[in-house]
T-cell receptor, first 113, second 113 residues
């Protein structure tokens, strides 16, 4: 049971570099989302998608891009990394008709120097 | 937008003692309420959820929570804490048709032997 898989688990970037955090789920969930977790801030929603070709912004979308070309994959792109984007990123998914349980990946720790 | 407050950043209890973690929410409509647990280096796992009906809900690992609309609260309880319960706990609020689930800042639980 793979569930939600995130790669990479750890990444160090220099300011201005770009990278993509990958997220894949094998549960046929329509809804997928990206959160960032910072100390004392809890989890904050960056972007989400309710199906292939449909994405929308969450609470903290600036500096991040997403796309959803398939049901399974929802990559998060940082076009020009900044130290403020140092964080732990979580991908989560659920069935669209279930406003309930989110299934989370194990997280990706990103450090921007 | 909805919001969640977890007043306690860190709680320490002795093994075998009872536990109550506080959660207050702000939301104009009927909320969906959740408690998640995060073990170190892991993603989040759902403990329990409230959508409607009985205001006392049971979850996994012996946890329960009570929804009190008059107090806008959804406190998590456990009668006897085990050392394996040491983790970070997050309260979250969502709603039907709302794709923006908001999380509290989390409460870190330490269990003393």
């Amino acid at each position: 049971n793979a569930g939600v898989t995130q790669t990479p688990k750890f990444q160090v970037l220099k300011t201005g570099q770009s990278m993509t955090l990958q997220c894949a789920q094998d549960m046929n969930h329509e809804y997928m989302s990206w959160y960032r977790q910072d100390p004392g801030m809890g989890l904050r929603l960056i972007h989400y998608s309710v199906g292939a070709g449909i994405t929308d912004q969450g609470e903290v979308p600036n500096g991040y891009n997403v796309s959803r070309s398939t049901t399974e994959d929802f990559p998060l792109r940082l076009l020009s990394a900044a130290p403020s984007q140092t964080s732990v990123y979580f991908c989560a998914s659920r069935l669209i008709l279930n406003t309930g349980e989110l299934f989370f990946g194990e997280g990706s720790r990103l450090t921007v120097l | 937008a909805q919001s969640v407050t977890q007043p306690d950043i860190h709680i320490t209890v002795s093994e075998g003692a009872s536990l109550e973690l506080r959660c207050n929410y702000s939301y104009g409509a009927t909320p969906y309420l959740f408690w998640y647990v995060q073990s170190p280096g892991q993603g989040l796992q759902l403990l329990l959820k409230y959508f409607s009906g009985d205001t006392l809900v049971q979850g996994i690992k012996g946890f329960e929570a009570e929804f009190k609309r008059s107090q806008s609260s959804f406190n998590l309880r456990k009668p006897s804490v085990h050392w394996s319960d040491a983790a970070e706990y997050f309260c979250a609020v969502g709603a039907a048709g709302n794709n923006d689930m908001r999380f509290g800042a989390g409460t870190r639980l330490t269990v003393k032997p």
